[in-house]
Each structure stands twice: as C-alpha cells, then as structure tokens.
C-alpha cells in the first residue's frame, strides 16, 4: 500500500487539476474534504502495475498525472488493450464497489501520480455523500457505456478496416476521458 502523502504540489481534492473533470466534478465540499482525509498519494514509475486481474480490490485509484492502460488477459495469454485512462479517472470502483475481484489490470504508461483510497473508507464516503455515491453511479454508467460501444463496433457485421477506423476514431477523440 502506498504511503500516506500529500500531492506533490500540495493540491488537495477541492483545488487538485482534475477536479473538473470526472469523479469529483459534481463533488460538494463536504465530500471533497472527507475524500482528502482518506487520501494516499505516491507517483509510480512507468510500467508500474497499479494492480492486477484477478487481485481482491483493496481500494480505487484516481490518476491525477500521467496515463495508465487498462487492460485483460485471454486464457491464451493474449493482451486485450482496453482502453488508456487518462487523470480524473477512477480505476477498480467496480471491483471495490462489488467486492469482486478486479477484472483489468492497470499498469502505467508513464510517470504517474496516483490517489489511492482504501475500500472500506471509499465504500464509508459513498454511504454518508449522496453526491459522492451519484458520481460512482456515473463513472460506472459511463464505463458500461463505453463497452456497449465497444461490443458492437466490434460485433457488428462491418468491413474489418471501417470497424478499426470507428474504434480508433471513438477511442482517440470520442472518449470522455480524453476531455
């Protein structure tokens, strides 16, 4: 587990640079204050593995600088890039909110600073902050989103290079990441 820490720059969540971006755009004070209070903040390497497919979620993550891929395996040992999350994005909620184990691994693309928030402390903020608990429905919603969009580009009955042209496309300029 990382080290209690705060930001680099000294950013907390109400003033950090993704705050108006996705998670915590909508977040009241309240929720931004308590979110602060549970805060680990470490800056890994690039190539470092945030955590792994199949791993017992033991928190999120939100990348506040750098880029990090997000990706599964196949039982052939394929790699499936799934997408490249970008800062503001919260990663592993699904898991931490299902207690499942994580479905995707995430690994660094570059040098990154990451804020991790334990699972219990996380699940204890979405309990007592509406707001917070409607911002995860979101991110998830957006996630589900975005898979559907995937599945039938991909499963669609369409030219192999139109289906890697839209998918492209969509992933480069389309994502609500990349905003």
């Known amino acids: 587990m990382p080290a209690k820490s705060g930001p680099e720059n ?12 996705g998670f915590f755009r909508n ?7 308590a979110l602060d209070a549970i805060r680990f903040t470490t800056t890994y390497p690039e190539g470092a593995i945030l955590f792994a497919e199949g791993e ?8 506040d600088r750098g880029c990090a891929k997000v990706s599964m395996m196949s039982r052939e040992g394929r790699i499936l890039i799934l997408r490249v999350a970008q800062p503001g ?3 592993g909620l699904a898991s931490v909110i299902s207690n499942t184990p994580c479905r995707t691994s995430v690994e660094t693309l570059e040098r990154s600073q990451v ?5 219990k402390e996380f699940l204890r903020i979405l309990r007592e902050h509406g707001d917070a608990s409607l911002a995860a429905v979101e ?3 957006q996630r589900y989103a975005m898979v559907c969009d995937q599945a039938r ?3 669609l009955f369409r030219p192999v290079p139109e289906r890697l042209a839209r998918f492209l496309l969509a992933w480069t300029v389309g994502s609500p990441d990349r905003r």
């Open 56 to 63: 017992t979620p033991r928190g999120v993550m939100v990348l």
């Open 153 to 155: 580009l991909i499963g």
């Open 139 to 141: 991110q998830l919603s």
């Open 115 to 119: 804020n991790f928030y334990q699972r």
């Open 89 to 91: 994005e919260v990663l």
């Open 10 to 21: 000294g950013e907390n969540c109400a003033t950090c640079s993704v705050r108006d971006r």
């Open 27 to 33: 977040l009241s004070g309240a929720a931004l204050k």
